[in-house]
């Protein structure tokens, strides 16, 4: 039905904000469906909705006009709060709900949910032009800007292949690449005049909803029933690991 998102150190209140201009259609604590405090927006003249719940606080109210990147509340989930909603630890439950059944869509009472990053990649960005392999065994670090002096916010592991939206010119022994993801993050693929990666085909995206009904979309879950499924899948999935 969507994604979680949480924070390293698991701890409430990192700020949520909106992913796209749109208009708040719900904020505040509803007890149906196990969401706890949450924001429904609406985008495009109704295109599709984003839903952000198991909020701390919420920060806007029904009816506003919010922007792209706009704070509209804090992280919540943990166990301490009565109106978290069916949530075990702190962490913000995200959807993307469309009006309509599309492939691969799965309907709950609020419409007809979709991965949610891979559908706002296709919306909003040109496909990736490039993608890089590394091939350094010490890795890359992904930083916020071109620069090693900048945040680092991920890493990259030999062999590990994604996807490149830009490759900026390469300068003094350096060559960086913006890669292709919702923020802005680059990785040096060549640094002091090391190459710490290659080039390599990109990776085909997960393809854009088909317009076409998913018959098996017919099936109806509650927000409880999906989460207890990924409980499930994800207790099976460490078993088979032991």
Known sequence: MGVDITTVNGAPGAAIFAVQYG?????????????????????????YSTLYAHLKEVHVKSGDVVEAGQQIGTMGGNLEDKLRGASEGTHLHFEVILPEPVKNSIRTFKGWCVDPI??????????????I???SVKGLRVRTQPSVTSASVNTLFQHDV????????????????????????YCAIKYN???????????NPSPQPNPMPDPETETS????????KAVADMKNHLEGML
């Open 162 to 185: 994604v996807n490149v939206m830009d490759v900026l010119p390469a300068t003094g022994g350096e060559q960086w690449v913006k890669l292709w993801t919702l923020r802005d993050e």
């Open 23 to 47: 208009l708040v259609v719900e904020a505040g604590y509803y007890d149906q469906g196990g969401y706890g405090r949450r924001v429904v927006i609406e985008h495009e003249n109704k295109q």
């Open 133 to 135: 392999r590394v091939t």
């Open 221 to 228: 879950a509650t927000f409880e029933q999906g989460y207890a």
């Open 193 to 203: 005049g090391l190459a710490n990666a290659e080039f390599a085909m990109p990776i």
């Open 118 to 131: 891979p559908y706002l990649m296709q919306r909003y960005f040109l496909s990736p032009i490039n993608a």
